[in-house]
């Protein structure tokens, strides 16, 4: 059975992996269930033997180098997505040659985005945004490999707004709210 040190450095695990950010949380609970298994099962096998429990993770070393998009935290793991065959490059022609943009669009692999809600305007948008993209996909689709066309689209660069801040005492829908919490007074009769 597994000795009361072993749970400790269990415990103390789980602890430290519920509170990392949620990247770290995700790589710590993994080995932890790995080490867990092993902590749980393995000494039935072994009784004698110093059980490993987990590999030791350096949370704090410097990021390895990697080949991420701009799109890595709203994509599933590259394992799990199927690869892209058809893509939409934003760019500009000049003697003969197309220069695009460092990364296109997947297309094919673009999931519809949801629709509902209870505003009309969003509801048509997201709606005619659905369109758009199910458009794109099936002409890409009849497409032959390595053929290009080109599409006729607007394209936008925009940046976003600066945080807007209402400088105090001309805000209108402001009001005094700890007028709010007034504790009602109980007049005391006296007898």
Not at 87 to 112: C, H, Q, R, S
Not at 177 to 184: G, Q, W
Request: charged fraction near 20%; aromatic fraction near 6%; glycine fraction near 4%.
């Amino acid at each position: 059975m597994a000795s009361c040190h072993q749970a400790d450095r269990v415990y103390t695990a789980v602890w430290q992996a519920i509170h990392r950010p949620s990247e770290a949380r995700f790589k710590a609970l993994v080995v932890f269930s790995v080490g867990a298994s092993r902590l749980l099962n393995v000494h039935h096998q072994q009784p004698k033997q110093e059980l490993p429990l987990m590999a030791i993770l350096n949370f704090n070393a410097a990021p390895q180098a990697s080949n991420r998009s701009p799109f890595a935290g709203l994509q599933t793991p590259s394992n799990e997505r199927p690869k892209a065959k058809l893509w939409l490059n934003i760019g500009y022609d000049i003697n003969g040659k197309f220069i695009n943009l460092p990364v296109g669009l997947p297309i094919d692999t673009m999931e519809a985005a949801d629709v509902r809600g209870q505003n009309e305007d969003w509801i048509k948008q997201r709606t005619a945004q659905n369109e758009l993209l199910k458009a794109l996909q099936a002409h890409g689709a009849a497409l032959a490999p390595g053929q290009e066309e080109i599409v006729t689209l607007t394209v936008k660069l925009r940046r976003v707004n600066e945080q807007m801040e209402i400088p105090a005492g001309t805000n209108e829908y402001a009001a005094d709210l700890s007028s709010l919490f007034v504790k009602p007074q109980v007049n005391v009769a006296a007898e």
